[in-house]
Protein backbone atom coordinates (compact mmCIF):
# COMPACT_ATOMS: atom_id res chain seq x y z
CA UNK A 1 0.00 0.00 0.00
CA UNK A 2 1.38 3.64 -0.75
CA UNK A 3 -0.24 6.24 1.14
CA UNK A 4 0.95 10.30 0.66
CA UNK A 5 0.53 12.56 3.48
CA UNK A 6 -0.43 15.89 3.09
CA UNK A 7 0.06 18.94 5.44
CA UNK A 8 2.90 18.22 8.28
CA UNK A 9 1.69 20.84 10.81
CA UNK A 10 1.05 19.70 14.15
CA UNK A 11 -1.23 16.43 13.66
CA UNK A 12 0.09 15.93 10.10
CA UNK A 13 3.15 14.59 11.63
CA UNK A 14 1.09 12.15 14.04
CA UNK A 15 -0.31 10.52 10.66
CA UNK A 16 3.40 10.49 9.15
CA UNK A 17 4.38 8.82 11.95
CA UNK A 18 1.49 6.38 11.85
CA UNK A 19 1.59 5.52 8.05
CA UNK A 20 5.01 5.36 8.57
CA UNK A 21 5.36 2.95 11.37
CA UNK A 22 2.21 0.67 9.31
CA UNK A 23 4.85 0.81 6.20
CA UNK A 24 2.71 2.42 4.11
CA UNK A 25 4.59 5.66 4.10
CA UNK A 26 5.15 5.95 0.53
CA UNK A 27 5.12 10.30 0.24
CA UNK A 28 4.48 13.03 2.01
CA UNK A 29 3.73 16.70 0.32
CA UNK A 30 4.31 20.14 2.67
CA UNK A 31 4.55 23.52 1.38
CA UNK A 32 7.22 24.28 4.00
CA UNK A 33 9.16 21.12 3.24
CA UNK A 34 11.76 22.29 6.23
CA UNK A 35 9.07 20.97 8.38
CA UNK A 36 9.14 17.46 8.07
CA UNK A 37 11.25 15.52 10.29
CA UNK A 38 14.91 15.17 9.08
CA UNK A 39 13.92 11.34 10.23
CA UNK A 40 11.93 10.92 7.11
CA UNK A 41 13.67 13.35 5.13
CA UNK A 42 16.84 11.13 5.22
CA UNK A 43 14.58 8.04 4.19
CA UNK A 44 15.59 8.54 0.56
CA UNK A 45 12.16 5.31 0.50
CA UNK A 46 10.46 8.42 1.41
CA UNK A 47 9.34 10.78 -1.69
CA UNK A 48 9.19 14.83 -0.95
CA UNK A 49 6.70 16.84 -2.67
CA UNK A 50 6.06 20.59 -2.01
CA UNK A 51 3.65 20.61 -4.94
CA UNK A 52 0.22 18.82 -4.24
CA UNK A 53 -0.17 19.21 -8.56
CA UNK A 54 2.75 17.27 -8.65
CA UNK A 55 2.03 14.47 -5.96
CA UNK A 56 -1.46 13.21 -7.73
CA UNK A 57 0.66 12.64 -10.71
CA UNK A 58 1.99 9.66 -9.41
CA UNK A 59 1.16 6.43 -10.97
CA UNK A 60 2.08 4.38 -8.03
CA UNK A 61 0.13 6.83 -5.07
CA UNK A 62 -2.70 4.85 -4.32
CA UNK A 63 -4.27 6.95 -1.44
CA UNK A 64 -3.53 10.61 0.32
CA UNK A 65 -4.38 11.38 3.52
CA UNK A 66 -4.90 15.30 4.24
CA UNK A 67 -4.12 16.89 7.15
CA UNK A 68 -3.97 20.69 5.87
CA UNK A 69 -6.68 23.73 7.18
CA UNK A 70 -9.86 23.34 6.83
CA UNK A 71 -10.81 25.61 4.31
CA UNK A 72 -8.82 23.34 1.91
CA UNK A 73 -9.99 20.45 2.22
CA UNK A 74 -12.71 20.17 -0.25
CA UNK A 75 -10.47 21.40 -3.10
CA UNK A 76 -7.75 19.07 -2.14
CA UNK A 77 -9.79 16.04 -1.94
CA UNK A 78 -11.69 17.05 -5.22
CA UNK A 79 -8.13 16.93 -7.05
CA UNK A 80 -6.98 13.49 -5.54
CA UNK A 81 -10.16 11.46 -5.80
CA UNK A 82 -10.87 12.93 -9.51
CA UNK A 83 -7.46 11.66 -10.14
CA UNK A 84 -8.37 8.32 -8.88
CA UNK A 85 -6.81 8.65 -5.31
CA UNK A 86 -8.23 7.08 -2.09
CA UNK A 87 -8.75 9.52 0.15
CA UNK A 88 -8.47 10.11 3.99
CA UNK A 89 -9.41 13.88 5.11
CA UNK A 90 -9.44 14.99 8.91
CA UNK A 91 -12.35 16.25 9.61
CA UNK A 92 -14.33 18.27 8.69
CA UNK A 93 -14.69 16.76 5.32
CA UNK A 94 -15.56 20.29 3.92
CA UNK A 95 -16.71 23.26 5.37
CA UNK A 96 -20.42 23.63 3.27
CA UNK A 97 -22.94 20.85 3.18
CA UNK A 98 -23.08 20.70 -0.94
CA UNK A 99 -19.32 20.48 -0.69
CA UNK A 100 -19.71 17.01 1.22
CA UNK A 101 -22.05 16.19 -1.39
CA UNK A 102 -19.86 16.47 -4.55
CA UNK A 103 -17.23 14.59 -2.55
CA UNK A 104 -19.22 12.04 -1.42
CA UNK A 105 -20.88 10.89 -4.80
CA UNK A 106 -17.46 11.71 -6.46
CA UNK A 107 -15.94 9.09 -4.03
CA UNK A 108 -19.36 6.72 -4.80
CA UNK A 109 -18.92 7.37 -8.84
CA UNK A 110 -15.94 6.24 -8.81
CA UNK A 111 -15.63 3.29 -6.74
CA UNK A 112 -12.89 5.04 -3.89
CA UNK A 113 -12.66 5.20 -0.53
CA UNK A 114 -13.43 8.47 0.87
CA UNK A 115 -12.78 8.45 4.68
CA UNK A 116 -13.16 11.53 7.43
CA UNK A 117 -11.04 11.48 10.68
CA UNK A 118 -13.92 11.35 12.87
CA UNK A 119 -10.99 9.73 15.32
CA UNK A 120 -13.09 8.73 18.48
CA UNK A 121 -15.00 6.18 16.69
CA UNK A 122 -12.01 3.93 16.67
CA UNK A 123 -11.17 4.93 20.26
CA UNK A 124 -11.13 1.68 22.25
CA UNK A 125 -13.07 3.59 25.06
CA UNK A 126 -15.42 4.68 23.26
CA UNK A 127 -16.28 1.56 21.40
CA UNK A 128 -16.35 -0.39 25.16
CA UNK A 129 -19.08 2.57 25.82
CA UNK A 130 -21.00 1.65 22.76
CA UNK A 131 -20.80 -1.76 23.52
CA UNK A 132 -21.92 -1.11 27.18
CA UNK A 133 -24.76 1.25 26.14
CA UNK A 134 -26.13 -1.60 23.33
CA UNK A 135 -25.87 -4.35 26.46
CA UNK A 136 -28.24 -1.94 28.25
CA UNK A 137 -26.29 -1.96 30.99
CA UNK A 138 -26.90 1.69 31.41
CA UNK A 139 -30.50 1.53 31.34
CA UNK A 140 -32.84 3.60 29.04
CA UNK A 141 -30.42 6.14 27.78
CA UNK A 142 -31.37 9.79 28.94
CA UNK A 143 -29.27 12.43 28.42
CA UNK A 144 -25.64 13.15 27.16
CA UNK A 145 -23.30 16.04 27.73
CA UNK A 146 -20.09 16.65 26.03
CA UNK A 147 -17.27 19.40 27.35
CA UNK A 148 -14.45 19.66 25.12
CA UNK A 149 -12.39 22.86 26.05
CA UNK A 150 -9.15 23.46 25.58
CA UNK A 151 -7.01 26.99 24.47
CA UNK A 152 -7.12 27.91 21.02
CA UNK A 153 -3.65 27.11 19.27
CA UNK A 154 -3.76 28.20 16.09
CA UNK A 155 -4.02 32.06 17.37
CA UNK A 156 -3.98 34.65 14.57
CA UNK A 157 -5.79 32.09 12.11
CA UNK A 158 -9.53 32.14 10.98
CA UNK A 159 -11.09 29.40 12.00
CA UNK A 160 -14.27 28.57 14.47
CA UNK A 161 -14.10 26.31 17.52
CA UNK A 162 -17.22 24.49 16.48
CA UNK A 163 -16.49 23.36 13.03
CA UNK A 164 -12.64 22.49 14.38
CA UNK A 165 -14.22 20.85 17.66
CA UNK A 166 -18.01 19.94 17.58
CA UNK A 167 -17.19 17.50 14.68
CA UNK A 168 -15.60 15.07 17.50
CA UNK A 169 -19.02 15.12 19.70
CA UNK A 170 -21.03 14.99 17.33
CA UNK A 171 -19.88 12.11 15.48
CA UNK A 172 -18.89 10.06 18.95
CA UNK A 173 -22.61 10.78 20.14
CA UNK A 174 -24.55 9.58 16.97
CA UNK A 175 -22.08 6.59 17.02
CA UNK A 176 -22.37 5.14 20.81
CA UNK A 177 -26.35 5.26 20.06
CA UNK A 178 -26.29 4.27 17.00
CA UNK A 179 -28.78 7.27 15.66
CA UNK A 180 -28.85 10.46 14.16
CA UNK A 181 -30.03 13.73 15.99
CA UNK A 182 -34.10 14.62 15.14
CA UNK A 183 -33.53 18.44 16.06
CA UNK A 184 -30.87 20.90 16.72
CA UNK A 185 -32.97 22.78 18.71
CA UNK A 186 -30.56 25.68 20.47
CA UNK A 187 -27.41 27.26 19.87
CA UNK A 188 -25.31 29.86 21.77
CA UNK A 189 -21.63 31.49 20.33
CA UNK A 190 -19.45 34.20 21.22
CA UNK A 191 -17.22 35.51 19.91
CA UNK A 192 -14.60 36.82 22.42
CA UNK A 193 -13.01 39.40 20.49
CA UNK A 194 -15.85 40.30 18.52
CA UNK A 195 -14.44 39.64 14.99
CA UNK A 196 -16.92 37.38 14.18
CA UNK A 197 -14.50 34.33 14.90
CA UNK A 198 -16.72 31.76 17.49
CA UNK A 199 -14.90 30.55 20.23
CA UNK A 200 -17.36 29.49 22.94
CA UNK A 201 -20.48 27.69 21.74
CA UNK A 202 -23.35 25.11 23.27
CA UNK A 203 -25.41 23.52 21.60
CA UNK A 204 -28.83 21.74 22.48
CA UNK A 205 -30.44 18.73 20.45
CA UNK A 206 -32.53 15.81 20.83
CA UNK A 207 -32.16 12.22 19.48
CA UNK A 208 -34.78 9.68 18.55
CA UNK A 209 -36.58 8.88 21.90
CA UNK A 210 -36.51 11.97 23.14
CA UNK A 211 -32.63 11.40 24.54
CA UNK A 212 -31.79 14.94 25.15
CA UNK A 213 -28.28 16.38 24.02
CA UNK A 214 -25.66 18.72 24.85
CA UNK A 215 -21.90 20.31 23.31
CA UNK A 216 -20.27 22.86 24.77
CA UNK A 217 -17.08 23.57 22.61
CA UNK A 218 -14.35 26.28 24.07
CA UNK A 219 -11.20 27.83 22.89
CA UNK A 220 -10.64 30.13 26.24
CA UNK A 221 -10.25 27.46 28.55
CA UNK A 222 -6.63 27.07 30.04
CA UNK A 223 -7.94 23.29 31.62
CA UNK A 224 -8.20 21.03 29.06
CA UNK A 225 -11.78 19.31 28.95
CA UNK A 226 -12.61 15.91 26.66
CA UNK A 227 -15.64 14.45 29.08
CA UNK A 228 -18.60 12.72 27.54
CA UNK A 229 -21.31 11.45 30.03
CA UNK A 230 -23.94 9.35 29.26
CA UNK A 231 -26.71 9.08 32.02
CA UNK A 232 -29.47 6.26 31.61
CA UNK A 233 -32.19 5.23 34.21
CA UNK A 234 -29.78 2.93 35.22
CA UNK A 235 -26.24 4.17 35.49
CA UNK A 236 -24.15 6.67 34.50
CA UNK A 237 -21.34 6.24 32.09
CA UNK A 238 -18.52 8.84 32.08
CA UNK A 239 -15.42 9.22 29.43
CA UNK A 240 -12.48 11.56 30.15
CA UNK A 241 -10.28 11.44 27.58
CA UNK A 242 -8.29 13.91 29.47
CA UNK A 243 -7.17 10.94 32.02
CA UNK A 244 -3.97 8.56 30.97
CA UNK A 245 -5.58 5.56 32.48
CA UNK A 246 -8.94 4.74 33.44
CA UNK A 247 -11.09 6.69 31.11
CA UNK A 248 -13.94 5.02 30.90
CA UNK A 249 -16.18 4.71 34.61
CA UNK A 250 -19.63 3.62 35.09
CA UNK A 251 -21.39 4.90 38.36
CA UNK A 252 -24.35 3.73 39.77
CA UNK A 253 -26.34 4.17 43.33
CA UNK A 254 -26.98 1.76 45.63
CA UNK A 255 -29.54 0.97 47.55
CA UNK A 256 -27.73 2.67 50.41
CA UNK A 257 -27.40 5.63 48.91
CA UNK A 258 -23.68 4.73 48.07
CA UNK A 259 -21.93 5.30 44.85
CA UNK A 260 -20.25 2.77 43.36
CA UNK A 261 -17.70 2.81 40.48
CA UNK A 262 -16.87 0.60 37.51
CA UNK A 263 -13.72 0.64 35.70
CA UNK A 264 -14.47 -1.25 32.46
CA UNK A 265 -11.47 -3.02 30.47
CA UNK A 266 -10.82 -1.89 27.12
CA UNK A 267 -7.81 -2.04 24.63
CA UNK A 268 -4.58 0.39 24.89
CA UNK A 269 -4.24 0.82 21.06
CA UNK A 270 -3.71 4.48 19.91
CA UNK A 271 -7.18 5.61 18.47
CA UNK A 272 -5.25 7.21 15.39
CA UNK A 273 -3.25 3.99 14.85
CA UNK A 274 -6.31 1.61 14.56
CA UNK A 275 -8.25 4.58 11.94
CA UNK A 276 -4.82 4.83 9.92
CA UNK A 277 -5.10 0.87 9.77
CA UNK A 278 -9.26 1.56 9.02
CA UNK A 279 -8.09 3.36 6.15
CA UNK A 280 -5.85 0.59 4.93
CA UNK A 281 -7.95 -1.69 5.45
CA UNK A 282 -11.04 -0.16 3.46
CA UNK A 283 -8.39 0.35 0.30
CA UNK A 284 -7.15 -3.51 0.38
CA UNK A 285 -10.81 -5.48 1.40
CA UNK A 286 -12.64 -2.91 -0.88
CA UNK A 287 -15.08 -2.21 2.50
CA UNK A 288 -16.88 0.79 3.83
CA UNK A 289 -15.57 2.84 6.44
CA UNK A 290 -16.71 3.65 9.66
CA UNK A 291 -16.34 7.07 8.94
CA UNK A 292 -17.07 7.29 5.47
CA UNK A 293 -18.45 9.94 3.00
CA UNK A 294 -21.94 9.65 4.47
CA UNK A 295 -20.78 10.25 7.91
CA UNK A 296 -18.72 12.92 7.10
CA UNK A 297 -21.59 14.60 4.67
CA UNK A 298 -23.62 14.52 8.06
CA UNK A 299 -21.52 15.86 9.95
CA UNK A 300 -21.20 18.83 8.11
CA UNK A 301 -25.02 19.17 7.89
CA UNK A 302 -25.29 19.38 11.45
CA UNK A 303 -22.69 22.38 11.48
CA UNK A 304 -24.05 24.06 8.59
CA UNK A 305 -27.47 23.98 10.92
CA UNK A 306 -25.66 25.31 13.38
CA UNK A 307 -24.28 27.96 11.78
CA UNK A 308 -27.24 29.07 10.60
CA UNK A 309 -28.93 29.43 13.60
CA UNK A 310 -26.08 31.16 14.52
CA UNK A 311 -25.71 34.10 12.07
CA UNK A 312 -29.54 34.10 12.33
CA UNK A 313 -29.58 34.98 16.06
CA UNK A 314 -26.40 37.91 15.25
CA UNK A 315 -28.96 39.40 12.95
CA UNK A 316 -31.79 39.41 15.14
CA UNK A 317 -29.53 40.85 17.81
CA UNK A 318 -28.36 43.82 15.56
CA UNK A 319 -32.03 44.34 14.90
CA UNK A 320 -32.75 45.30 18.95
Known amino acids: MKIAVIGCGHWGKNLVRNFYELGSLYAICDSHLERIDSYYRDDNKIKLFSDFNELIKDPELEGIVIATPSDTH ?165 LNDTFKQNKLEIYSINDDGAITVERPVYSNDEPLRLECKHFLDCIEKNLKPTSGGANGTQIVSYLEECQKKITEANKNLALT
Open 74 to 238: FNFAKKALSAGKHVYVEKPLAQKLIEAQELHKLAEDKDLVLMVGHLLLYHPAVNKLKQIIENGELGDIQYLNSDRRNFNKNQGRHANVMWDLAPHDFSMMSYILSAEPNEITNVKAWASKQDDEVDVVHIDFVFPGNIGAHIHNSWLDPQKQALLTVNGSKKTAV
